[in-house]
């Protein structure tokens, strides 16, 4: 057993025994005394779901990964500091600035989305000190925060939209609204435990109207599709500041026809006109109206801007010009002619998967994009944007390191595939030359040789070569047979008793002790029987995802470090 692997070891029986007797001291603290953390990167930006520019500063840019905490930039996206690094939490989904004194920032905890594979948050923050210092506000249980509205005239007042908690029902959701800087909260607009605030937007000359986009979903925690959607979703609008609320429907899908979240976008230049992206199975689409929300048509049906809904619906307008609008989606999209025609101005490489467009107000050819890939800035119109390789922001799902000397350190990042970093470098940092990608899936397991470091296998499962660069697809079984059942992340992992054994986890054991040339079932099915959907989802178990095809699979495989054979070692 290596030293590394003897230290993983000692960390890990730390964190447990601490973990399991809570206050109790297992290891004398001294030992880890010299024990401080580094970056080591990768300087690739991560998903991001949360961007603001400071108009009348068109350099000052904010940004907040999903898992990243705050991050500024005071150069037009050069380079990006940490702000947040203190609080107790980094999933962040929504930030704010306010227009009328730039210092004040609110921060929305949580990643804001309904997604497969999430972190939740405690609620938001705020920055009277240009994000200097924080301070807590409240909305804890609301575990998803989408949008934070500021008054353009009163730092304030300040509307904040909660999705509420992704698996299940309760009441800390809607739309909250402060008039005391976030000291307390009133909810405004509420329906019921299972329909959260989704989407915020003021009408830019009279900040007493607002819009709100209501969404009725839940995350099933066993599945890797969409969110479940039920009734009680719809666009709402106040006259009154948020006193009272009506819904607008004409023209607009409903609940017969499946409809899910809504995106809105004002025209700063005529605020009678709105767009809105709905998600919907027979009427999703871009929707325009020209008498402030009261009634709608769809004008564009293309499954490019509006498809993934409960991924994307980002719709934003240009301040100057009510016909030029931008949509965020799989790419970043532009039309000058109010929705009709769209052209991709921004995409692969260096991003996909686009949630959220900002302009400035003063100046629309700066434009930010927050993508799952960080955050990247125009200032010419999108004509040319700034790196995502500035920013260690990576969410990564899984990470394990190998036996060389220096250890190098492997991980899955989402939607940019994996990386490999060395723990040290000879050049005095880590830098591009010190990290590349080895051959595995975004959200995969990573399990390096241990007989070999040039052989990393992951996923599914892949095995890389180093030596020669090649990926090779050495998986047990054809995934999509329907035979066996794979989640997102499967566990991969060597044994420590054995190096020739590589394990992999379905709802059962795989094992292969050839480099993954032959597999061997080495248990029953370990997972529970399909019990269809659970009762406490309601309405929502009439998704089309119902069916629970991808419940029940391994999530952790743990072989004995001991030097004794298992019993899964003898089977």
């Not at 990167?41 to 898992?67: D, L, W």
């Not at 807590?136 to 304030?156: A, C, T």
């Not at 020209?290 to 994307?312: L, Q, T």
């Amino acid at each position: 057993m290596t030293s590394i692997y003897r230290f993983c070891c000692l960390l890990f029986s730390l964190v447990c025994g601490i973990c399991a007797a809570g206050s109790a001291q297992q290891f004398d603290r001294q030992l880890f005394q010299e024990l401080s953390w580094r970056m080591i990167g990768p300087f690739r930006g991560g998903r991001t779901v949360a961007i603001s520019g400071v108009p009348g500063q068109q350099n000052v840019f904010y940004m907040a990964p999903n898992n990243g905490g705050v991050w500024k930039s005071t150069d037009y996206g050069r380079t990006w500091n940490p702000i947040f690094d203190d609080q107790p939490t980094g999933s962040i989904g929504a930030l704010a600035v306010a227009p009328s004194n730039p210092d004040i920032i609110y921060v929305g905890s949580g990643e804001g989305l309904r997604r497969p594979d999430l972190s939740t948050g405690d609620g938001i923050y705020k920055s009277s000190d240009g994000g200097h210092a924080w301070q807590h506000l409240g909305l804890r249980d609301g575990q998803q925060i989408s949008v934070i509205l500021v008054d353009p005239h009163d730092p304030n007042r300040v509307f904040v939209a909660v999705v509420g908690h992704p698996y299940g029902p309760n009441a800390e959701r809607g739309v909250f609204r402060s008039l005391d800087g976030g000291l307390t909260w009133k909810k405004i607009l509420y329906k019921d435990e299972d329909t959260g605030g989704m989407d915020l937007a003021f009408d830019p000359s009279n900040p007493q109207i607002l819009y709100a986009d209501m969404w009725a979903s839940r995350r099933p925690p066993w599945t890797t599709g969409n969110s479940f959607d039920g009734p009680g979703s719809g666009l709402y609008k106040s006259v009154d500041g948020g006193e009272t609320w009506h819904q607008l429907t004409k023209g607009l899908p409903t609940w017969t026809n499946r409809l899910g979240r809504i995106g809105l976008g004002v025209a700063p230049s005529d605020p009678s006109r709105l767009y809105a992206l709905v998600d919907s199975p027979a009427r999703g689409g871009l929707y325009r109206s020209d008498d402030a929300g009261e009634s709608w048509e769809r004008i564009n049906a293309d499954g490019r801007v509006w498809g993934r809904g409960s991924d994307f619906a980002c719709v934003r307008v240009d301040p100057k010009d009510k016909n030029t609008i931008y949509i965020a989606n799989i790419s970043t999209y532009r039309s000058t002619d109010a929705g009709a025609n769209f052209t991709a101005i921004k995409g692969a490489p260096g991003g996909d998967d686009y949630h959220t467009v900002w302009i400035n107000p003063e100046n629309p050819k700066i434009i930010a994009l927050a993508v799952d890939q960080g955050a990247t800035i125009s200032v010419n119109g999108g004509q040319t944007w700034s790196s995502w390789y500035n920013q260690p922001t990576a969410q990564l799902y899984h990470v394990i390191t190998d036996n060389q000397f220096p250890y190098w350190v492997y991980g899955g990042q989402q939607e940019s595939g994996s990386v490999g970093t060395s723990s040290r470098s000879d050049t005095g940092e880590i830098s591009f030359r010190d990290w590349y990608p080895v051959g595995v899936e975004e959200y995969g397991y990573v399990a390096p040789d241990p007989l070999d470091p040039n052989l990393i296998y992951g996923g599914k499962v892949t095995k890389f070569n180093r030596t020669t660069a090649q990926t090779q697809d050495v998986s047990p079984v054809v995934l999509r047979t329907g035979q066996f059942r794979f989640n997102r992340t499967e566990p991969l992992i060597f044994s420590p008793v054995d190096p020739h054994i590589l394990y992999f986890g379905s709802n059962v054991l795989f094992k292969t002790t050839d480099g993954g040339n032959h597999w061997q079932i080495i248990s029953p099915d370990l997972t529970r029987e399909d019990p269809g959907v659970p009762s406490n989802l309601g309405v929502f178990a009439e998704s089309d995802d119902a069916q629970g095809k991808h419940r029940g699979v391994i999530y952790s495989i743990a072989p004995s470090p001991k030097d004794v054979k298992t019993d899964l070692d003898r089977h």
